[in-house]
């Protein structure tokens, strides 16, 4: 069988995913550590500042994320033609689709579906969902952030008072574990099923596609 | 002048006068140079009447201006301010006290101050809080458009406070909800510091205008900066030492309330730095943490008072179930993990049975 290479993600959308990834691994560690300080340093007098030091990796891990969430922003408008955003979410025929062919491969009940280049409109959707969701993130993360600032308190008042910003932004990571499991999964899925080489595109940019002829 | 007013008040001291209004000098963060200004505004004949509104609250905030703080100053604030009308402190009653309520809105119309002490209860027409035959309601509609400037003073008046807590039966909210047009500042707290009121009225009677307010409408001097950022236990925080439960030795050194449930990182007010009743204390200093009073809607946001979050509630039989925020995320984690693990099974599962035959077709 023969299959040609075809050049799917751009370098941008590249970084961003890698970004977005590592800064995903880096939030969740520090931010679980900050919810809930695990070590209690009873050593008085020595400066160990475990507290300080993990909110400060949480900080500058915050920002790596809101600059890859701002890029895939720019991307799902002026990025090529996989990475928009009518490409893959539920909101033209062709994609609704899709939807529900993908729905019917992954619960085994169907063996085809229509071969894409970019995501198929079920991960589009989870895509789509999860963007939001790391927009909530960052605004309640900067209300936060910068509590005393005029501006970000009139922002984050939107879902509440600080506490109850906290609390969204907790609920959230949760949301973003259970994501990263599904991903993860699903990409190996994938890749075994069909073969397109699915993970390695995210690294290289490029998938495999069966020729015509 | 000052030595005048208080030669015709027997009830303040000089001393006392004085150190109420460099204590609100210091908290507006004013100069000592401003504190003779503050000095003549607030015994100036000519400040404004303040009628005092009690609608649906316990009286906390009257009694701590009253009896919690130094003696000195709860007084001085009832001299200060002139108060034609309170109906706790107000020797007239009945028909006498609505009289003069009516005498000081009419006389002082657009002059006065109004106080607002309480939440207003809104469902069933209001008729859950009456007084004189009126609703609170009425009373507000009545009496705030009327007003030069509504001080909402505790988180009742501000944002409900109790009453308003989930499920709000009285439909309770706070005075800028239903007022518009009127200048209203909040000065919320279960109850408020007395200093952080003194130091908005002084401010008033001296500059003839609102303090600057955060978005909240509070303001910015005492609730423009976090507990978290001025607490004395903050190093203990950042050095990662924490009390681990009430009583225990990280307790005993000082730590860390964060672990116990302290909300100072979510609350906006000046306690650590003002403190309270003259003693120099304040709930984090002997040992119990913020619970956050000051914040809209605390009674149900920063519940469980001795945990980090508030609970969630799952949906389930029996019409839901509480659970620990991280407990219920930890389920739903682990639900996601089996879902997979049995979507896999039954992926290899349809590959050991179909086999190689699939594997040829592709
Ligand atoms: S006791 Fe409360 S306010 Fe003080 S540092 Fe700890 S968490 Fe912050
Ligand atoms: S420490 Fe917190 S709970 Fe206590 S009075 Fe201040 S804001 Fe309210």
Redesign the pocket.
């Known amino acids: 069988m023969q299959y040609e290479r075809k050049y799917t993600w751009s370098i941008l959308l590249r970084l961003y995913h890698w970004a977005l990834a590592l800064s995903v691994l880096a939030l969740s560690v520090t931010g679980f550590y900050i919810h809930f300080p695990w070590t209690n340093t009873m050593l008085e007098g020595g400066s160990t500042f475990p507290v300080a030091t993990m909110r400060y990796i949480h900080f500058i891990a915050a920002f790596v994320f809101t600059g890859a969430v701002l890029a895939r922003l720019y991307l799902l408008i002026f990025g090529n033609r996989q990475e928009r955003l009518w490409d893959f979410l539920p909101i033209t025929p062709r994609n609704i689709k899709n939807f529900v062919a993908t729905l019917g491969i992954y619960s085994y009940l169907r063996d085809s579906h229509e071969e894409r280049l970019g995501h198929n409109a079920l991960a589009g959707s989870a895509y789509g969902l999860t963007f939001l969701a790391a927009a909530v993130q960052v605004l309640t993360g900067f209300y936060m952030l910068y509590p005393e600032s005029a501006t970000w308190q009139q922002i984050g008042l939107f879902f509440g008072p600080q506490q109850t910003a906290r609390f969204i932004h907790y609920l959230l990571t949760w949301y973003f574990m259970v994501f990263a499991l599904i991903h993860i999964y699903l990409c190996v899925w994938n890749d075994v099923m069909a073969r397109d080489g699915l993970i390695s595109s995210i690294f290289n940019g490029y998938k495999f596609r069966q020729s015509k002829s | 002048m000052s030595k005048q007013y208080c030669e015709r008040n027997f009830k303040v001291s000089r001393r006392g006068f004085l150190k109420g209004c460099t204590l609100a000098a210091t908290a507006l963060g004013l100069s000592e140079s401003m504190v003779p200004k503050l000095v003549e505004a607030a015994a100036s004949p000519t400040r404004p009447p303040v009628v005092w509104l009690h609608f649906q609250e316990c009286t906390g905030c009257t009694e701590s201006l009253l009896r919690a703080s130094h003696p000195d100053i709860g007084r001085l604030i009832l001299d200060i301010i002139s108060l034609d009308y309170h109906e706790t402190v107000m020797a007239a009653a009945g028909h006498q006290a609505e009289k003069s309520l009516h005498d000081t809105i009419t006389k002082h119309d657009g002059k006065f101050i109004c106080v607002v002490e309480g939440a207003i209860p809104t469902k069933d027409g209001g008729i859950y809080c009456k007084i004189a035959d009126r609703t609170a309601m009425e009373i507000l509609a009545d009496v705030g458009p009327r007003a030069a400037a509504v001080i909402a003073i505790g988180t009742c008046a501000s944002y409900g406070g109790i009453q308003a807590a989930d499920p709000n039966p009285t439909g309770a909210v706070g005075v800028q909800d239903l007022l518009k047009g009127t200048p209203i500042i909040n000065v919320p707290g279960c109850p408020p510091n007395p200093v952080s009121f003194l130091g908005t009225v002084l401010h008033y009677f001296t500059f003839k205008k609102l303090p600057r307010t955060d978005q909240l409408g509070r303001p910015l001097f005492a609730y423009g900066r976090k507990?978290?950022d001025h607490?004395?236990?903050?190093p203990?925080?950042d050095e990662g030492r924490f009390a681990e439960q009430f009583g225990d030795e990280g307790h005993r050194q000082g730590y860390?309330?964060?672990k116990v449930g302290?909300?100072?990182?979510g609350t906006f007010s000046n306690c650590?730095a003002i403190r309270f009743n003259d003693v120099g204390v304040w709930p984090?200093s002997v040992g119990h943490?913020?619970v956050g009073c000051t914040e809209p809607g605390f009674w149900d946001t920063m519940g469980p008072f001795y945990g980090r979050l508030p609970n969630v509630t799952v949906p389930g039989a029996g019409g839901g179930i509480v659970a620990d925020a991280g407990s219920a995320g930890k389920k739903i984690l682990g639900v996601t993990a089996a879902a997979v693990g049995i979507h896999a099974a039954v992926g290899v599962g349809r590959k050991l049975v179909q086999g190689k035959k699939n594997d040829e077709q592709n």
């Open positions: 507990i978290h607490c004395e236990r903050r203990h925080f860390c309330l964060y302290c909300k100072g990182p650590p984090v943490g913020c």
